[in-house]
C-alpha cells in the first residue's frame, strides 16, 4: 500500500512539475519502477495470504468431503512446490542485481529484484501454514466474495 502511494504522489508530483515548468525529474521513473515492482509482488503476497485470488474450484465443490479435503491438500503441496522453486529463482536474480545499478539514482537491481523472492517467499510460507492447518483437520480462513471487492 506504501509503495503503490509513493507510486503514484512521484508519478503525479513528475507530471505536475513537467507541465508547469517544462522540466522533468529524471529519478521518478527509476522510483516508480521500483515501487510498482513492490506494491505488484507484496499485493500478490497479501491476497494469497487472505485466499483472495481468483479461483475456478467448480469441480472441487462438487466432490465428497474427503476427496476435497484431499484435492485441497494437493493443491497446497503443489503450491509449496511452485513458490518454493519461484522463490529460489527470483532469489538467484535478484543476487545477481548487485553488479547492475539503476542508470541516474544507481540503485543496485537487488532491491528492485527483491520483491518478487520475498512475495515467493511468504507464498511458500503461508502454503505451508495452509497446508498444516488442512492436516489438523481443520477449515481454512475463507474471504466471502463481498469481502473482496
Known amino acids: ?20 515548468t517544462g522540466m522533468s525529474l529524471v529519478f521518478t521513473e527509476e522510483i516508480a ?5 513492490y506494491s ?13 485470488m481468483i479461483a475456478v ?3 472441487v465443490d462438487l466432490l465428497p468431503g474427503h476427496l476435497k479435503r484431499a484435492a485441497h ?3 497446497y503441496l503443489i503450491l509449496i512446490v511452485i513458490c518454493g522453486y519461484f522463490f529460489k529463482l527470483s ?3 535478484a543476487l545477481t542485481g548487485w553488479v547492475r545499478r539503476t542508470a541516474f539514482l ?13 512475495a515467493f517467499g511468504l507464498m511458500t510460507l503461508y502454503s505451508v501454514w495452509f497446508l498444516v492447518i488442512l492436516l489438523r483437520g481443520q477449515e481454512l480462513p475463507s474471504v466471502d466474495l463481498e469481502e473482496q471487492m
Open 73 to 75: 491438500i494437493l493443491n
Open 40 to 52: 505488484v509482488f507484496f499485493g500478490a503476497a497479501l491476497l494469497f495470504r487472505h485466499r483472495a
Open 91 to 93: 532469489l538467484g536474480l
Open 106 to 118: 544507481e540503485i543496485p537491481y537487488f532491491w528492485v529484484n527483491l520483491a518478487p523472492s520475498i
Open 57 to 59: 474450484d467448480l469441480v
Open 33 to 37: 519502477y521500483l515501487t510498482f515492482g
Open 1 to 20: 500500500m506504501v509503495a503503490f502511494a509513493i507510486m503514484n504522489l512521484v508519478v503525479l508530483g513528475n507530471v505536475i512539475i513537467r507541465f508547469t
